[in-house]
């Protein structure tokens, strides 16, 4: 019935205009939980003669930038660990959860989530630390063992990668093996002058390795967190200057054993320093697509600050987690404001939080960290032995996931394109809108766009107010109001 409807809405569409059918919403009252509506057969229509709104949403079709690569989070040791044992203990439960969190299939009431950062070797979310190849001395790297890592990581991942073939796979190390580096250990310390070839080519390895076991990586990072020398967990000093040295190598080894396309990706680290990505980029911006960035200090703007410097180099952000005890709806606005929208509207082709799922105490984590310090990081997902539930991570994700995701089955992915909004209440709406091409020039493109309404406070005081908007597109208006919360909807336009 579903593909039925869809059909039946394309078709009418060509025949009659734009209309708006398609709804998901999320409120700040959690009355709505990532719900999908479809208005058939009263779609709201695009036409002439609508009055304004309080605020009105301008949409710029002709303005287009960056695409989309997607949304999605990390799946570290514990995450894997804990979702594994979800499979063995409520099979269905867990294939149900899979299919929420990754089915990109058109129409599916899922989140289509499509970026996965996976770690190479340890990081604090792990049961020991490890590396793939911890051989002492073993430059030949004729020890390295991707299987170092435990099988459940390799369970899960297969499960992940049939319900969603084209997820994009993101590896990057918490650190490099221990005998690589001055202190010996994988806690802390920076990487030896001497190693940088060898790291070189354990990356390399480790892309390999990925290939062999069926899973073709998307982009490699050279560390995570960078400026983070933490003693208690894997982590390792690296300067830009190294990053560079050593990413000229890399990019030359990918390129001469057929992983030209395996893009690699900076810095790996917070807002605040925007001179670390830039001197990588301006010292080896040939070996690099791009830089990514984290969220744990500094503010978002600073995308667009790298992105003036280099307007051809890649932006991405990998990496944001929520803090167990915190509000909610505060959460999902703040998250909205800086990362579900702010972040692409600075040019980030990716939005990633921090582990795909942890326990409802933020647990696994390496004994004896002191990461995720206080109430602990809490997951995209919260799994308690043959259960789930997913928190407020997900649900801004997911609606801007379903804003960019191919409308064909391989077909194209979401672009950002021009908005604005105006109006008496234009501060409270939060825009962004894309453009998704289809395989079939002469179908339809379907627009989208991402709202939060975050007017909540209306007169200095708690009381939470709908905004009645009027979009424009193409010299016609849609009326819609938009609850407190966040909305994504969507029509079809001529190419």
Same mark, same amino acid.
């Given at each position: ?16 205009? !734009? ?28 036409q002439s003669g609508v009055a304004a709104g309080d605020a009105v949403i301008d949409i710029s079709p002709d303005t287009v930038? !960056? ?19 979800? *499979?063995?203990?409520?099979? !269905? ?13 058109? #129409? ?47 369970t899960v991942l297969a499960d992940i990668v049939y319900v969603q073939p084209s997820i994009k796979l993101y590896i990057v ?13 994988? *806690? ?16 390399? *390895? ?50 001469? @054993? ?26 080896? #911006?040939?070996?690099?697509? #791009? ?41 999902? *606005?703040?998250?909205?404001? @800086? ?23 933020? @647990? ?20 308690? $032995? ?23 089955? $391989? ?22 809108a894309f453009v998704t091409k289809r395989t079939n020039s002469s179908d339809w493109l379907r627009y989208s766009i991402v ?23 193409? #010299? ?20």
């Amino acid at each position: 019935m579903r593909s039925t409807l869809i059909f039946l809405t394309s078709a009418f569409l060509c025949a009659s205009g !734009q209309q708006i059918y398609d709804i998901f919403t999320t409120t700040w009252d959690r009355s709505s939980l990532f719900k999908y509506t479809n208005l058939s057969p009263n779609p709201i229509n695009f036409q002439s003669g609508v009055a304004a709104g309080d605020a009105v949403i301008d949409i710029s079709p002709d303005t287009v930038y !960056q695409t989309m690569d997607g949304f999605g989070a990390t799946l570290t040791d514990s995450s894997a660990k804990l979702m594994n044992d979800l *499979k063995n203990g409520a099979w !269905q439960s867990y294939w149900d959860l899979l299919g929420y969190l990754f089915d990109i299939t058109d #129409g599916k009431s899922s989140a289509g989530l499509s970026a996965l950062r996976i770690p190479v070797g340890a990081s604090d979310f792990s049961d020991s630390v490890y590396s793939w190849d911890d051989t002492s001395g073993d430059t030949s790297l004729s020890q390295f063992n991707i299987n170092s890592v435990p099988s459940y990581v390799w369970t899960v991942l297969a499960d992940i990668v049939y319900v969603q073939p084209s997820i994009k796979l993101y590896i990057v190390p918490w650190s490099p093996p221990g005998w690589m580096k001055e202190s010996g250990s994988m *806690k802390g310390g920076s990487l030896q002058t001497q190693y940088f070839s060898t790291y070189a080519n354990y990356l390399l *390895k480790a892309v390999q390795a990925f290939k062999n076991k069926g899973y073709s990586v998307y982009a490699v990072s050279l560390q995570n967190e960078p400026l983070n020398s933490n003693p208690t967990y894997p982590t390792a000093y690296l300067a830009s200057a190294d990053e560079a040295t050593i990413g000229q190598t890399l990019r030359g080894l990918l390129n001469s @054993n057929g992983l030209s396309s395996v893009k690699l990706i900076g810095y790996e680290h917070n807002w605040v320093n925007t001179s670390y990505p830039m001197d990588v980029m301006g010292k080896a #911006g040939s070996s690099f697509a #791009g830089v990514s960035f984290h969220c744990y200090e500094g503010a978002v703007g600073a995308q667009t600050t790298f992105h003036n410097a280099f307007p051809n180099a890649e932006v991405h952000f990998t990496e944001c987690s929520g803090m167990l005890g915190t509000d909610w709806w505060g959460d999902i *606005k703040w998250n909205m404001d @800086n990362l579900v929208i702010g972040a692409p509207q600075n040019w980030a082709r990716t939005v990633m939080n921090w582990a795909l799922a942890l326990d409802a105490s933020g @647990n696994p984590k390496l004994p004896g960290t002191d990461s995720c310090g206080g109430p602990g990081c809490r997951g995209m997902v919260t799994i308690s $032995g043959t259960t789930w539930s997913v928190n407020q991570e997900f649900y801004t994700l997911a609606q801007g996931s379903r804003a960019i995701l191919p409308k064909d089955a $391989g077909g194209p992915w979401g672009q950002r394109i021009g908005s604005s909004v105006s109006g008496s209440l234009s501060w409270a709406l939060r825009v962004n809108a894309f453009v998704t091409k289809r395989t079939n020039s002469s179908d339809w493109l379907r627009y989208s766009i991402v709202v939060l309404n975050w007017n909540d406070s209306s007169g200095g005081s708690w009381n939470p107010q709908p905004v009645k908007a009027t979009i424009n597109f193409k #010299g016609v208006t849609a009326a819609y109001t938009f609850p407190v919360g966040v909305t994504t909807l969507w029509w079809y336009g001529a190419p």
